[in-house]
């Protein structure tokens, strides 16, 4: 099954709200937790990433938050834009960068 | 500088027939993976490639094949197409230093099986 588990699957909010996405890991050992968006018909692209020595990054509207403790960690976008709908997704990251995705968060910002 | 450039962007195909997908990594970047995405099954790891050797290989049937050539550059083989082959191929290169894990991905190949 699944290392990582993420809510909600579905988060639809207006613009200029907020949004947070969270995500649960399972091993101990991991040490590198990044944030990919996928829009509609591209790639995924890494947006925010965090490491194990860190609890909080910030990039302009975007922070990533560690909780080692609890195993998680969650994405926040703040002053949500049109163009922030996307499917966004925490993925569990194995030997040689090996990504394994879950079945991501749909965030759906109405104007 | 170049992102990862994936061709043909658009495919069909019938069943039985095979199909080869090309990635050309960016500049540098010596490790190409490729992943599978449907709706049902999500985004899927196939293998990894660094320096023409595949380090690592998901779980898909042994129709599935791949190989990296000396500029990096990486072709992925899928023989005896089936319905569900139907999906979007996507490559993603990587630098592979020890200070990030970041992928870069293509906008993928969407295979159509009919």
């Known amino acids: 099954g699944e290392n990582v588990e993420q809510h909600p699957s579905t988060l639809s909010v207006q613009e200029g709200d907020s949004a947070v996405i969270k995500c649960t890991y399972s091993d101990s050992a991991s040490n590198y937790f990044p944030w990919y968006k996928q829009e509609l018909g591209k790639g995924p692209q890494l947006i925010i990433d965090i490491r194990s020595n860190v609890g909080e990054k910030k990039d302009q509207r975007i922070a990533v938050t560690l909780n080692k403790t609890a195993k998680h960690f969650s994405l926040h976008i703040t002053e949500t834009q049109p163009e922030d709908s996307a499917v966004y997704f925490c993925?569990?990251?194995?030997?040689?960068?090996?990504?394994?995705f879950g079945k991501g968060t749909m965030l759906l910002v109405s104007p | 500088k170049a992102g990862v450039t994936q061709t043909p962007r658009y495919l069909i195909k019938t069943r039985g027939q095979q199909v080869t997908l090309s990635c050309s990594p960016i500049s540098g970047h010596r490790s190409v993976s490729w992943y599978q995405q449907t709706p049902g099954q999500g985004l899927q790891f196939l293998f990894e490639?660094?320096?023409?050797?595949?380090?690592n290989k998901g779980n898909f049937p042994g129709r599935f094949s791949g190989r990296q050539f000396s500029n990096s550059r990486s072709e992925m083989n899928v023989s005896t197409l089936e319905l569900g082959d139907s999906a979007l191929y996507l490559c993603?290169?990587?630098?592979?230093?020890?200070?990030?894990?970041?992928?870069?991905f293509g906008e993928g190949s969407r295979l159509t099986v009919l």
């Open positions: 490639y660094f320096s023409e050797t595949q380090r």
């Open positions: 993925p569990q990251v194995g030997r040689y960068s090996t990504l394994t």
């Open positions: 993603a290169s990587s630098l592979m230093t020890p200070n990030t894990g970041e992928l870069f």
